[in-house]
Nanobody, 124 residues
C-alpha cells in the first residue's frame, strides 16, 4: 500500500505561485505525478516523474509548472508559477507502477494510488 497526503493548496491571484507537496509512505513506486479536476470537467494529468528522473507535462502547464521529488523526504512537489484562473481545480497526487514509457502525465489519473486532494483557486 501507498499513502499520499497533499498540502500547499490555497487561493492566489492570477500571476502568482504556489508549491504543492505530497508526502508519500508505504512501498516505493516508479511513477508519480499530479492531476487536477475542476468542477464539471474531466480529470487532467498535469505532470509526471519517473524514478529515473524523466518528467512529462501537459501542454497547458508546460513552462509554468515544475514537478520534482525529494527521495530523502519521500516527498513529491509541484511548483506552479504564472497561475491563471484556468488552473483553478482540486489537485491530486498519484503514484503507481508503470512501464517507463507509460509514465507520462496523461496516465497519472490512472495510477493505482492517490491522495485526498488539495484545492487551488486562482482569482483574476
Amino acid at each position: 500500500q501507498v499513502q499520499l497526503v497533499e498540502s500547499g493548496g490555497g487561493s492566489v491571484q492570477s500571476g502568482g505561485s504556489l508549491r504543492l507537496s505530497c508526502a508519500a509512505s508505504g512501498y516505493t513506486t516508479n511513477c508519480m505525478g499530479w492531476f487536477r479536476q475542476a468542477p464539471g470537467k474531466e480529470r487532467e494529468g498535469v505532470a509526471s516523474i519517473a524514478d529515473n528522473g524523466s518528467t512529462k507535462y501537459s501542454d497547458s502547464v508546460k513552462g509554468r509548472f515544475t514537478i520534482s521529488q525529494d527521495n530523502t523526504k519521500n516527498t513529491l512537489y509541484l511548483q506552479m508559477d504564472s497561475l491563471t484562473p484556468e488552473d483553478t481545480a482540486m489537485y491530486y497526487c498519484a503514484a503507481g507502477q508503470m512501464p517507463y514509457a507509460s509514465c507520462t502525465e496523461s496516465w497519472v489519473p490512472s495510477l493505482a494510488y492517490r491522495g485526498q486532494g488539495t484545492q487551488v483557486t486562482v482569482s483574476s
